[in-house]
């Protein structure tokens, strides 16, 4: 940055002396005093500049040194180092301004001082105020040029240039006003001041058309100046704008096609670079998500694996089971058991909603199925069976405020009887054929995981006649609302259970999600919904 800054001066002292040399009118008195005391000023100039940047760059001289050698920089430290570095543009632009005007102010009083008339040595100070906007927009736009190039990669390798507090913002409208100034306001500086210095020239000239002649040759070289000046400037402001551009082009692309390691490399604290901070939170957004997707991909696929994997085949029974997820996983469980000794001619059907849906829900859902099926083969009796798995749950998940409904259903065939626990479930709904009536299996429980010391009832039913219907469901059925926010209800259910009585016990659960679906038609689920058919 020190060689950038001395080598913008040392172009711009060239391009002033050029020019006072091409529009000097003074006599030759005058030139002697302005060109004794040039190289001196130039040389003072520059010491001063290559002084104060040195002490301004402290601390980020110290981090590049640390950086070398691999000592850890102090936090503190290395925010300093930062902070300066994305200000030093400004900072030292500033700097040379100052210099430059203080140099024109001691360049008029000297030639007032030596005699020169006041007039000329003000013309000559407008000189000096031109060269000063030269250096000042050529230092900014090159200590700019280099920052982004080579120091943001070192300080920012993860960029958040744009983060670092009481720093100036390079922002784009800045930008392309300063390289306005720069293209269309020191030019026309330029010309005016030319224009001035001959028009005080042609005041009592004798030779009045080679004056003249000498101002067009003088506008031509200002023009070529300027022209190539403006177009170096161009060119680094482009390629200030378009490496950040072309690089979130780039990783955006990478996006596209599925890659979310890639990082764009923000190297300005103007509007690209926080975009370029945005994408890159963004990528690593969607590579979390990603890998949440894959981890819930695998949840649903061992969930689903949790699932009965086809409806029973019971002599004596049909049975059809259907759980529905509104997301990849949910919290509704269904499950067939075998029931005492193999041959007893005992089934446990079992269904339960857990609060929610989701991982969370799964989760619980997973552990009740484990203790469940766990606790099944030890003993026969629901009550014991259901008193015992809440237990289990009250002490794993008391505090979370999580819990599960679950209806436990027993058919013994060899008494043709019913059994069941209801353990804050809707009630099993049973359709009697013979008098074309419907009936819940009633009972007393709480949710499983709300209080340890709960114990169940089991309720039981006996003399069960042929061909009966039960239906055991989640409210995920009948508390489903259509677009209209209507609810779905139970009588849809009754109505095609009565409907479809003759059909197998799978015709009757399509029959009735069929009619759930169509019901919905332009609304989104936001429940489970889980379905199981008993014909007997």
């Not at 794993?396 to 259903?409: A, E, I, K, W």
Request: aromatic letters at 10%; charged letters at 20%; proline letters at 3%.
């Amino acid at each position: 940055m020190l060689f950038a800054n001395l080598l913008a001066v040392w172009g711009s002292s060239l391009i002033s002396y050029y020019l006072s040399e091409q529009t000097s009118y003074y006599d030759q008195r005058i030139m002697e005093l302005i060109w004794e005391n040039g190289e001196l000023l130039e040389w003072a100039y520059i010491v001063v500049v290559g002084i104060l940047t040195i002490l301004y760059e402290v601390p980020i001289r110290r981090v590049l040194r640390m950086m070398r050698t691999n000592i850890p920089v102090d936090l503190e430290l290395e925010l300093k180092a930062r902070r300066r570095l994305l200000n030093e543009p400004y900072v030292i632009a500033a700097l040379d301004f100052i210099i430059w005007i203080t140099a024109g102010l001691a360049i008029v009083a000297y030639l007032i001082y030596a005699g020169v008339q006041p007039v000329m040595a003000y013309l000559e100070g407008l000189d000096m105020l031109l060269n000063a906007f030269i250096t000042v927009t050529i230092v900014f736009f090159i200590l700019q040029f280099i920052l982004q190039k080579w120091l943001a990669p070192i300080f920012f390798p993860d960029g958040q240039l744009t983060a670092v507090p009481g720093t100036q913002k390079t922002r784009i409208k800045k930008t392309l006003l300063n390289l306005s100034f720069a293209l269309n306001f020191i030019p026309l500086l330029a010309i005016i001041f030319t224009h001035l210095e001959y028009t005080y020239k042609l005041q009592g000239s004798v030779n009045q058309d080679a004056s003249l002649g000498n101002l067009n040759y003088q506008i031509i070289i200002l023009s070529l100046i300027f022209v190539g000046v403006g177009f170096l400037l161009t060119l680094i402001v482009s390629r200030i704008l378009s490496r950040p551009l072309t690089e979130i082009t780039r990783v955006l692309q990478g996006v596209g096609r599925g890659n979310f390691d890639d990082r764009v490399r923000v190297t300005t604290n103007d509007e690209i670079g926080y975009t370029g901070d945005v994408i890159n939170k963004m990528t690593e957004g969607l590579k979390e998500r990603e890998r949440l997707q894959q981890s819930i991909n695998i949840a649903q696929e061992v969930q689903q694996l949790l699932l009965p994997q086809g409806n029973p085949t019971i002599a004596g029974l049909d049975i059809a089971g259907k759980s529905i997820y509104c997301e990849e996983t949910g919290g509704d469980y269904y499950d067939f058991l075998q029931l005492g000794p193999e041959g007893s001619g005992k089934t446990g059907i079992l269904l339960g909603d857990v609060a929610g849906h989701g991982i969370g829900s799964a989760l619980l859902m997973s552990t009740s199925r484990a203790l469940l099926r766990l606790r099944s083969t030890q003993s026969d009796k629901l009550s014991e069976i259901v008193t015992d798995v809440n237990r289990e749950l009250s002490n794993d998940v008391g505090n979370s405020g999580q819990f599960m409904t679950l209806f436990y259903l027993a058919i013994d065939q060899s008494t043709r009887s019913l059994s069941w626990v209801r353990a804050g479930h809707d009630p099993a709904i049973l359709y009697n054929l013979h008098t074309d009536t419907f009936d819940e299996l009633q009972g007393s429980g709480i949710p499983l995981g709300v209080e340890a010391a709960w114990l169940y009832k089991e309720e039981k039913r006996t003399g069960l006649p042929e061909n009966q219907i039960i239906l055991i469901g989640t409210d995920g059925i009948w508390e489903a609302q259509n677009a209209a926010g209507e609810w779905f209800g139970k009588e849809p259910i009754y109505d095609l259970t009565r409907k479809n009585a003759a059909e197998s016990a799978n015709q009757i659960l399509e029959s009735i999600v069929e009619e759930l679906n169509r019901f919905q038609e332009g609304s989104n689920s936001t429940d489970d919904v889980t379905l199981v058919v008993i014909k007997t």
